[in-house]
């Protein structure tokens, strides 16, 4: 017995608005989380994102 996937067809409109609004929602969540944690914070997640993609600090 083979199984049959059927796949609906995506307007354009659908299609630009779902990436727009992922987009939207990652960067509002990235400035929420900076506009709220200390600098110290900061500080150290940018030190320790540096270091783990090998670039130099400091």
């Given at each position: 017995?083979?199984?049959?996937?059927?796949?609906?067809?995506?307007?354009?409109?659908?299609?630009?608005?779902?990436?727009?609004?992922?987009?939207?929602l990652?960067?509002?969540?990235?400035?929420?989380?900076?506009?709220?944690?200390?600098?110290?914070?900061?500080?150290?997640?940018?030190?320790?994102?540096?270091?783990?993609?090998?670039?130099?600090?400091?």
């Amino acid at each position: 017995m083979q199984s049959q996937t059927t796949t609906l067809p995506v307007s354009g409109t659908a299609a630009r608005i779902v990436p727009a609004a992922a987009a939207l929602l990652l960067g509002l969540a990235l400035f929420l989380a900076s506009g709220f944690a200390g600098a110290t914070v900061l500080h150290n997640s940018t030190h320790d994102t540096r270091h783990a993609f090998g670039l130099p600090c400091h």
